[in-house]
């Protein structure tokens, strides 16, 4: 069964940095983009950034440009991200999921960007 184990997320004062890991398991990881999502508080789920099976290509959305990086280890089937400058508008749950998204998703990992 495909499955999702999210973590990192934190509590952080803006400007500050954090750094989201998944464990992804049940189909092979090597193969396939990744991706990071987030979903605020009463807003849809959105694609945070994609990175490409073997990693030649990534790819982020324009609000997280420039701050953030997503990277993959395949040989540990784990995605990462590394969240740099953080802004309140960062504050979301975070999942990750394969770029053509699975089910069940992880529980994901709460990011709280406050002062």
């Known amino acids: 069964q495909v499955q999702f184990v999210e973590s990192g997320g934190d509590w952080v004062q803006p400007g500050g940095s954090l750094r989201l890991s998944c464990a992804a398991s049940?189909?092979?990881?090597?193969?396939?983009?990744m991706s990071w999502y987030r979903q605020a508080p009463g807003k849809e789920r959105e694609r945070v950034a994609y990175?490409?099976?073997?990693?030649?290509?990534?790819n982020y959305a324009d609000s997280v440009k420039g701050r953030f990086t997503i990277s993959r280890d395949n040989a540990k089937n784990t995605v990462s991200l590394q969240m740099n400058s953080l802004k309140p508008e960062a504050t979301a749950v975070y999942y990750c999921?394969?770029?053509?998204?699975?089910?069940?998703w992880g529980r994901g990992t709460p990011v709280i960007v406050s002062s």
């Open positions: 999921n394969a770029y053509v998204t699975f089910n069940p």
């Open positions: 049940g189909f092979k990881f090597s193969t396939y983009t």
């Open positions: 990175i490409t099976a073997v990693g030649a290509r990534t």
